[in-house]
């Protein structure tokens, strides 16, 4: 990966079945059906925020579809976005295809409000454990 790149995904070469992240899970929005695409859950990683993200969808009522994204089906996407711990939901601006070609995707409303209330019930969730002075003290 280039110093610019945030995530590299896995990629089944014969079908381009997307997995998920080195370190993330992934999800598309298909702009018709206005449904979330991820990965099938027994075949990721299935971390915490994943699980966030899914009750996100549930409550905002954004329909989650178990299957693979499909890199084929690119055109038809809306956006999407991978999470992890480290990033919780983060919108992918731009996607570079095997073939070195560039895909771009645009602020996606959706994405942005799974973003928003994903972030809203992980600082819900948070417990302080020192403060900053605390922190801060020799």
Same mark, same amino acid.
């Given at each position: 990966?280039?110093?610019?790149?945030?995530?590299?995904?896995?990629?089944?070469?014969?079908?381009?079945?997307?997995?998920?992240?080195?370190?993330?899970?992934?999800?598309?929005?298909?702009?018709?059906?206005? @449904?979330?695409? @991820?990965? $099938?859950?027994?075949?990721?990683?299935?971390? @915490?925020?994943?699980?966030?993200?899914?009750?996100? =969808?549930? +409550?905002?009522?954004? $329909?989650?579809?178990?299957?693979?994204?499909?890199?084929?089906?690119?055109?038809?996407? +809306?956006?999407?976005? *991978?999470?992890?711990?480290?990033?919780?939901?983060? $919108? *992918?601006?731009?996607?570079?295809? $095997?073939?070195?070609?560039?895909?771009?995707?645009? +602020?996606?409303?959706?994405? !942005?409000?799974?973003?928003? !209330?994903?972030?809203? +019930? =992980?600082?819900?969730?948070?417990?302080?454990?020192?403060?900053?002075?605390?922190?801060?003290?020799?």
């Amino acid at each position: 990966m280039d110093k610019d790149t945030n995530e590299s995904l896995l990629m089944d070469e014969k079908t381009q079945n997307l997995y998920e992240g080195l370190s993330s899970n992934l999800y598309v929005l298909h702009k018709d059906q206005r @449904t979330i695409l @991820t990965a $099938p859950l027994d075949s990721v990683l299935q971390g @915490t925020i994943l699980k966030v993200v899914l009750n996100t =969808c549930n +409550e905002e009522n954004i $329909p989650v579809d178990f299957t693979f994204p499909n890199l084929k089906q690119i055109d038809e996407w +809306e956006g999407a976005f *991978i999470s992890s711990t480290s990033r919780l939901v983060l $919108p *992918i601006e731009k996607w570079v295809l $095997p073939d070195g070609s560039v895909k771009e995707f645009p +602020e996606s409303p959706t994405i !942005e409000l799974i973003r928003r !209330e994903v972030l809203k +019930e =992980c600082q819900r969730r948070v417990e302080r454990l020192l403060t900053t002075e605390e922190l801060l003290m020799p």
